[in-house]
């Protein structure tokens, strides 16, 4: 695999996994208009890493205090609304949905429902639910103002990121604007809730790679580097988008999904594509 195509794939992992738009759909349907070859299931474990060390690093602190008062330890640090000692547990609680989705569906997720169609069609679909729940939801402020419920809820969208198209950003942040978070709050607690069920499957498939031989030879640089660039991508991502939905609307976002996911559906019928 040439340095520069992880480069590009490094970028497009960093972008697609935080904003609500679907990596999933953008690494399938990008690299086959650039055609490039498939670099295989060891590649996608590397951009997953990265985009893990992208949550880990920019969360740090949060996660140092939602861990500590959800084990019963008095920590107050940057964010008031994550000192509450059940936000550990909501996204304890939201995980599951995700992780029984992942292991019933994944062979249907990496085989039948991976074309140009589904896709399309979940980024149309999902942008318009999107653009719904963001103009109705209410604004609860914060996440300490999260309930059970909001957690589940959330939880058992973010297991319907499992469909090509649908990005598990999108879904799970319109979920919670559905329960009437304020939109940052709803995007923190998104990032927060992906990161379990990144590393679960990320674990999950280094193990299958481990059973194939492990990294094949010469990709270790390019492996390297789509982990570097999609780290440092989402990073940059994560404070941009954070930022922008404290005075904006996921709009933007809404129609990007609907125009891509036209020409997604118009590249499959017309000529061909990912059918």
Known sequence: MP???????????????????????????????????????????????????????????????????GLGFSYRGERPDENSRSLLWFLVIGTIPVLIAGALLKKYAEGPWRNFYVMGASLILI???????????????????????????????????????????????TAARFRHLDREAAARFSFLLSAPAIAAAAGKDALDLHKEGGIPPGMKLPYLAGILVSAIVGILVIAFFLKFLRRNS??????????????????????RVGG
């Open 3 to 69: 340095l520069y195509q992880a480069i590009i794939l490094g970028i497009i992992q960093g972008l697609t996994e935080f904003l609500p738009v679907s990596s999933t759909a953008h690494l399938a349907i990008i690299p086959k208009l650039l055609n490039f070859a498939d670099p295989g299931l060891g590649f996608d474990i590397a951009l997953h890493v990265g985009t893990l060390a992208a949550i880990f690093i920019f969360f740090f602190r949060d996660w140092i205090q939602l861990i500590a008062n």
């Open 127 to 173: 942008g318009i639910v999107m653009a719904i729940g963001d103009r109705y939801g209410r604004e609860k402020h914060g996440l300490d103002s999260m309930t059970w419920s909001d957690a589940l809820a959330i939880g058992v969208s973010q297991a319907l990121a499992v469909v090509p198209g649908v990005s598990r950003s999108g879904i799970t942040i």
């Open 250 to 271: 996921l709009a933007v976002f809404v129609w990007y999904r609907i125009i891509f996911g036209i020409i997604v559906v118009a590249l499959a019928v017309f000529f």
